[in-house]
């Protein structure tokens, strides 16, 4: 699958503005800074359709694009940004949690890692979190053509084993680089996959 057109739908301050239209939902999501804009660019093929910053904690909406007229890409904002208020923080935390949790149109939450550096505990705890709460979820490795193919194993084993130490198994996962294109086809195949079960069973 590729995608051919995406258009900007808009930004919302919380899950009941979102869209209403039923469209499937993908929902893309990581800590601060952890490359969440330059993936939406690579997948949508648009360099500037998510503004990508240097800065962390730039995205504070939710953002949502419209893929080919027929499913969105949802650009969350990131957590663990220790530059903000608290009260900021509790308020991320409540936009964040409550789009995942009351989406029935989200398929499935993309969870960026980023493979340069050990196991993070807001991204453990974070995935846990999605666990509890019975969200279906991908992790997406990113930035990793800033290492080695030995250091990148020896990072991504690292991560895997620090999750496996509260899971039996793990889910799907893919290994990325913006600036390589790597994984674009993999990620837009599952997305593809998905939506023709979504699509199917809501034509019955």
């Known amino acids: 699958m590729d995608v051919h057109n995406t258009a900007f739908a808009g930004s919302y301050p919380t899950e009941s503005q979102c869209p209403a239209d039923g469209k499937p939902e993908y929902a893309f999501i990581g800590r601060s800074n952890v490359g969440k804009s330059s ?7 648009r360099k500037n359709i998510a503004h990508t910053s ?3 904690g730039k995205t504070q909406l939710i953002n949502f694009f419209l893929a080919d007229g027929q499913w969105y890409l949802v650009d969350l904002p990131g957590y663990g940004y ?6 900021k923080r509790r308020e991320w935390r409540r ?12 398929q499935c939450a993309f969870i960026l890692v980023d493979a340069n550096v050990p196991p993070q505990q807001n991204d453990i ?12 979820f991908v992790i997406v490795y990113t ?7 030995e250091e990148l194993e020896s990072n991504i084993s690292a991560i895997q084993q620090a999750l496996l130490q509260y899971w039996q198994e793990l889910p799907q996962q893919f290994i990325t680089s913006s600036v390589k294109g790597e994984g674009r086809d993999e990620i837009l195949q599952f997305i593809n996959e998905v939506n023709e079960r979504y699509f199917n069973f809501h034509q019955l």
């Open 39 to 45: 993936l939406v660019n690579m997948l949508t093929g």
């Open 54 to 56: 240097r800065t962390p």
């Open 143 to 149: 930035k990793t053509d800033r290492l080695k193919p």
């Open 82 to 87: 220790a530059r903000i208020s608290k009260r």
């Open 125 to 136: 705890e974070f995935i846990n979190w999605l666990g509890e709460a019975r969200i279906p």
């Open 95 to 106: 936009m964040i949690e409550g789009y995942l949790q009351k989406r029935q149109a989200l």
